[in-house]
C-alpha cells in the first residue's frame, strides 16, 4: 500500500532564507512522486515529479527535491523563499495500476513567508 | 495545451436543486478524476474514469452522478445536496496504463450549499 506523510503541518520561513518542507512516502512498487503548490481559492500545480530518472529533481520557479530510496524521503527544498511563495504544499505518491493511475495525497504543509 | 478548464467558477445552489459541473481537457488523458477539497485538507478522491469507464467509486453518496461523454468532458451532476457538501471540487486528468504520468488540476469550482 501506498502512503504519503508530510512530517509539518506548517512552516514558516523569513524571506530570503532556505525553504524546506518534508515528506515520507510508503510504496510497494517503484514509486513516481510528485510536490504540487496550492494557492488560496486556486487549484493544484505540479512544481515537480520524480519518475525514476535522476533522484535530484528540478522544479519550476526554483524549487528542488531529492528522492532518496534509503530514507524513503522527497524533500522539497528552495535556497531563498520569495513572498510569493506561501501556499500549501502537497507530496504525493501515485501507484499505476491497470485501472488507472492512483494518486496518494499527503495532509500537505502550509509555508508561510515572513517579510 | 496544458490546461484542464472547469465550470462553472463558483456556485451556490440549494438542497433541492439540480446543477452540474463541468470539466474539460484537450491533453490526449485517457483518466480523468474528481475530487473534493475541504479548507485546509488536501483533495479527496471521489470518482476515477479510465477510457471513459468509470474505474474508481469512493462510496460517493448517490446525490453525486458523474458522467463522462468522451475523452475530453467529465461532468458532475448534483442532486439534493447537503450543507456538508459545500467544498471546493477539482477535476484532474493524465495518461493512464504504465506511462509515467502527473496529474493536471483545473482550477476548481467552488461550491456552496444552502
Known amino acids: 500500500a501506498q502512503s504519503v506523510t508530510q512530517l509539518d503541518s506548517h512552516v514558516s520561513v523569513s524571506e530570503g532564507t532556505p525553504v524546506l518542507l518534508r515528506c515520507n512516502y510508503s510504496s510497494s512498487y517503484s514509486p513516481s512522486l510528485f510536490w504540487y503548490v496550492q494557492h488560496p481559492n486556486k487549484g493544484l500545480q505540479l512544481l515537480l515529479k520524480?519518475?525514476?530518472?535522476?533522484?535530484l529533481v528540478k522544479g519550476i520557479n526554483g524549487f528542488e527535491a531529492e528522492f532518496k530510496k534509503s530514507e524513503t524521503s522527497f524533500h522539497l527544498t528552495k535556497p531563498s523563499a520569495h513572498m510569493s511563495d506561501a501556499a500549501e504544499y502537497f507530496c504525493v505518491v501515485s501507484d499505476i495500476r491497470n485501472t488507472g493511475n492512483q494518486f496518494y495525497f499527503g495532509t500537505g504543509t502550509s509555508l508561510t513567508v515572513i517579510p | 495545451d496544458t490546461e484542464v478548464t472547469q465550470t462553472p467558477k463558483h456556485l451556490v445552489m440549494g438542497m433541492t436543486n439540480k446543477k452540474s459541473l463541468k470539466c474539460e481537457q484537450h491533453?490526449?488523458?485517457?483518466?480523468m478524476y474528481w475530487y473534493k477539497q475541504k479548507a485546509k485538507k488536501p483533495p479527496e478522491l471521489m470518482f476515477v474514469?479510465?477510457?471513459?469507464?468509470?474505474?474508481i467509486n469512493e462510496s460517493v453518496p448517490s446525490r453525486f452522478s458523474p458522467e463522462c461523454p468522451n475523452s475530453s468532458l467529465l461532468n458532475l451532476h448534483l442532486h439534493a445536496l447537503q450543507p456538508e457538501d459545500s467544498a471546493l471540487y477539482l477535476c484532474a486528468s493524465s495518461h493512464i496504463l504504465g506511462q509515467v504520468a502527473e496529474q493536471y488540476f483545473g482550477p476548481g469550482t467552488r461550491l456552496t450549499v444552502t
Open positions: 491533453m490526449g488523458h485517457r483518466a
Open positions: 474514469y479510465s477510457y471513459e469507464k468509470l474505474s
Open positions: 520524480y519518475t525514476s530518472a535522476a533522484t
